[in-house]
């Protein structure tokens, strides 16, 4: 079965310094998303992706973050300036198009600022 | 969007099935239901969806009333592996927008 996968897995970094974050969607999907999960919080949305631009983005992905999708298969998270309270698991999601359709998420990546 | 709200925690045992409930008293005429599982430091994953009625699948069954206010997610005979916390979510597929809003879900435990 077709997955989403991302990497790293774990991505330890210094406040201030800049992160990449990596996900190859499922490959004909159309629609893709950024979510970020603080340990023991729910699970937020950040963005969502469609035909090479931002669909939506809610109030925390502000002028620090930024995505894209550099190439068919990849689809990427920047953090320009990490802070402290951006140490979460960042989860990327893929759908293929479609009424009710199913996100698909994939194994996230734990970020954490020290 | 419509709000959801759902039990925060619940108990059952192996072999025992549970139903989870879900109030989404805001749905619109063109909102699906579907239901997540997350296991810890994992993403979320797909396991039913449903407009009206009954859904079944291999994993779970999903009903839902006929004025769409609540839905319930069962499942039949759950084991250990089943411990998870369990999302619902409202939603549709108007225009580009298909963002999904989480509650806290409920997080199920099966014991032994």
């Known amino acids: 079965e077709p997955e989403v996968t991302q990497t790293p897995s774990h991505q330890v970094t210094q406040m201030g310094q800049e992160v990449i974050l990596r996900c190859v969607p499922i490959?004909?999907?159309?629609?893709f998303y950024w979510y970020r999960q603080i340990l023991g919080q729910k699970v937020e949305f950040l963005v969502s992706f469609y035909n090479n631009e931002i669909s939506e983005k809610s109030e925390i992905f502000d002028d620090q973050f930024s995505v894209e999708r550099p190439d068919g298969s990849n689809f990427t998270l920047k953090i320009r300036s990490t802070k402290l309270e951006d140490s979460a698991m960042y989860f990327c999601?893929?759908?293929?198009?479609?009424?009710?359709?199913?996100?698909?998420f994939g194994p996230g990546t734990r970020l954490t600022v020290l | 969007l419509a709000k959801t709200t759902q039990p925060i925690s619940m108990d059952s045992y192996e072999g025992q099935e549970v139903n989870i409930t879900c109030s989404h008293n805001n749905i619109a005429t063109n909102d699906y239901i579907t239901w997540y599982q997350q296991f810890p430091s994992q993403g979320p994953r797909f396991i039913i969806q449903g407009y009206k009625t009954k859904v079944t699948n291999e994993v779970a069954s999903l009903f839902i009333p006929a004025d769409r206010k609540s839905s319930t997610l069962s499942l039949p005979r759950v084991s250990l592996s089943d411990t998870a916390v369990y999302y619902c979510?409202?939603?549709?597929?108007?225009?580009?927008?298909?963002?999904?809003?989480w509650g806290l879900g409920t997080s199920l435990a099966v014991n032994p």
């Open positions: 979510l409202v939603g549709n597929n108007a225009g580009n927008n298909r963002k999904l809003i």
């Open positions: 490959s004909n999907h159309l629609y």
């Open positions: 999601a893929s759908t293929l198009a479609g009424g009710g359709d199913t996100q698909y």
